[in-house]
């Protein structure tokens, strides 16, 4: 049972244009949610979180918004730089600070020149 | 500032053999996590370990094990081992100030397992 699904494998983006990831989720006692962005031979590195009382949260370049009603999320990157090519994964958890997290398959973005 | 070290980086084993592998916290922290990525998947939580005791754990057999040290540093045992225990095994630490973790987790670079 896949609690955090992330269903576009992929995602290609022309630099300095939005990039937009999306992941949904099927349980309602999350109430904490991350991305983490992994780049290949090193391990996962926290980007952005939001609690389930927000419904935007930003830094910088990224945003993450979050939809309670219809358990989604979404990760925007602006303007996407070749730096942010990487596999990006979505993570849910019940309570903050728990950090049992629960991960989405990932989205592999690549940002093109 | 050490990050989260773990090792070895790559190992190759077959089947029913045991294999130990072993995390090292970022200075500072006290609690480690131990995940699974399989292939085209995300992390998958298997155990968590503060004060040397198992705290936390995922839906993993007993063939996973664990074992923390008065250090902080942590090793993952896995017995028995299948074809389907072939992973990147990530380990992830994080402060707990005595209610609830604070900050994010930090991961290492993990340990490819191979099980032929």
């Known amino acids: 049972d896949q609690q955090v699904k992330q269903n576009s494998p992929s995602l290609s983006v022309q630099e300095g244009r939005i990039s937009i990831l999306n992941c949904d989720y099927t349980?309602?006692?999350?109430?904490?949610f991350l991305w983490y962005k992994k780049y290949p031979a090193e391990g996962p590195t926290f980007l952005i979180s939001i609690s389930s009382i927000k419904d935007k949260n930003e830094d910088g370049r990224f945003t993450v918004f979050l939809n309670k009603s219809a358990k989604h999320l979404s990760l925007h990157i602006v303007p996407s730089q070749p730096g942010d090519s990487a596999v990006y994964f979505c993570?849910?958890?019940?309570?903050?600070?728990?950090?049992?997290?629960?991960f989405g398959q990932g989205t592999r973005l690549t940002i093109n020149p | 500032d050490a990050g989260v070290t773990q090792s070895p980086t790559h190992l190759i084993k077959t089947r029913g053999q045991q294999v130990t592998l072993r995390c090292s916290p970022k200075s500072g922290h006290d609690t480690v996590s131990w995940y699974q990525q399989a292939l085209g998947q995300g992390p998958q939580f298997i155990f968590q370990?503060?004060?040397?005791?198992?705290?936390q754990r995922g839906n993993f057999p007993d063939r996973f094990s664990g074992h923390q040290f008065p250090n902080y540093s942590s090793e993952l045992n896995v017995n028995a081992l299948l074809l389907g225990d072939s992973a990147l095994y990530l380990c992830?630490?994080?402060?707990?100030?005595?209610?609830?973790?604070?900050?994010?987790?930090?991961f290492g670079e993990g340990s490819r397992l191979t099980v032929l």
């Open positions: 993570a849910a958890s019940d309570i903050q600070g728990a950090q049992k997290l629960v």
């Open positions: 349980n309602s006692m999350f109430d904490y």
């Open positions: 370990y503060y004060e040397e005791e198992e705290r």
């Open positions: 992830a630490s994080s402060l707990y100030d005595g209610v609830a973790l604070t900050g994010e987790l930090f």
